[in-house]
């Protein structure tokens, strides 16, 4: 027994090691993974599209940059249709805060007055410390590399496929079939959750553009595309987007009205959003539970920032597949999903209502 329980206590040793080799190894090599993983999604994102094009007689080499120009020129575009608003709203940008401040040392004059019965409080300009501009230049040019490298990606990914199934084919041990399944289910979560999402961001684009057009907010197509994409992250994106939409709404203008009236649309929009167009357009596709949603938005945040965040949840499903493939980790598939014993739940509903008759028949 002694001995048993030793082996089972290395075991699980080696297990925690092992994890967190890996989270020190996914957090120090996020420059070279973080592109990696977002080409892999994007592959299989647009394999069908590459694979039509191949199939009407398109070299693949000419398949594969024809889908590119395709989505790059559909990405072009829709920055292009956004410029202006992003210009004007650039050069709102000293209005917005010198409003900013004369509404913030206007309420830390009134709260130093309450507090310390008039003394001086510091203004909103001295709270704030300005940004690293060094860092800064850092960042954005470490993103534009990213964003350069991963069409390369895509393309060498799309144009190797074959030799990367024919390499999992014999990297198995347990024969073909096996992995072709792995591979078609790893990529139907892949696709359908990007396809999904894609279609859910659209639907949520155009309602949320209408919500702010009536409204009255100047940048209404920018806000609405910018919500729509920060509804990718579930939970932390919509809070910290409607924040900043409430708060664009409250510097710029002079009535209590219109941030209310914001925050109880976007509060109308989340629900109609999380009620009815995701269960419809997206339904099961990642059939991942709640909380495993929320930890690997967490974990995600925690080794790669936003990326991580949006990342992390295919692969909290590819996860899920990958367990439920293999026996002696099928119970952690099942702990990751979101199927709910309903036989169970009915047995106890059945006992319970059985025992309740009982009781009504015993005599007072």
Do not use: C
């Not at 907010?217 to 806000?223: E, G, H, P, T």
């Not at 710029?252 to 009205?257: A, E, Q, R």
Request: aromatic fraction near 16%.
């Amino acid at each position: 027994m002694d001995s048993l329980r030793i082996l089972h206590l290395q075991k699980t040793a080696y297990s925690l090691i092992i994890l967190v080799l890996v989270v020190w190894i996914m957090k120090s090599g996020s420059v070279i993974l973080i592109p990696l993983f977002w080409a892999a999604f994007f592959a299989f994102a647009l394999y069908p599209v590459s694979n039509w094009l191949e199939e009407k007689g398109f070299p693949r080499a000419v398949a594969i940059v024809l889908t590119l120009i395709l989505i790059t020129s559909l990405a072009v575009f829709l920055f292009y249709s956004l410029t202006d608003q992003v210009i004007g709203l650039i050069k709102d940008i000293p209005d917005i805060k010198a409003s900013f401040f004369k509404k913030v040392d206007l309420y830390l004059e009134d709260f130093g007055g309450f507090i310390q019965g008039g003394s001086e409080m510091p203004s909103a300009s001295d709270l704030l410390n300005p940004r690293n501009l060094e860092a800064a230049l850092y960042e954005t040019g470490r993103s534009l590399v990213l964003l350069g490298v991963m069409p390369l990606f895509i393309f060498l990914m799309l144009f190797y496929k074959d030799f990367f199934s024919e390499f999992l084919r014999k990297l198995s041990k347990d024969g073909e079939p096996r992995v072709l399944i792995f591979i078609k289910d790893s990529g139907k979560v892949i696709q359908s959750y990007l396809l999904g999402m894609l279609l859910v961001t659209i639907i949520v684009s155009i309602i949320s553009g209408l919500v702010f057009y009536f409204l009255g907010i100047k940048y209404y197509l920018l806000f609405a595309v910018f919500i729509a994409v920060m509804n990718l992250i579930p939970y932390v994106g919509v809070i910290f987007s409607s924040l900043l939409l409430v708060f664009y709404v409250l510097l710029t203008t002079d009535s209590m009205f219109y941030p209310l009236a914001t925050v109880f649309l976007l509060w109308l929009i989340q629900f109609v959003e999380n009620n009815f167009i995701t269960p419809v357009v997206v339904g099961g596709k990642v059939r991942v539970n709640a909380f495993a949603v929320i930890l690997a938005i967490l974990v995600g945040g925690y080794i790669w920032g936003v990326s991580g965040m949006i990342l992390f949840i295919p692969l909290a499903g590819l996860l899920k597949i990958t367990f439920e493939r293999i026996p002696s980790l099928a119970a952690y598939g099942y702990l990751l999903g979101d199927v709910y014993p309903v036989i169970e739940k009915r047995e106890n509903f059945y006992k319970a209502f059985i025992r309740l008759i009982k009781q009504k028949k015993r005599p007072s």
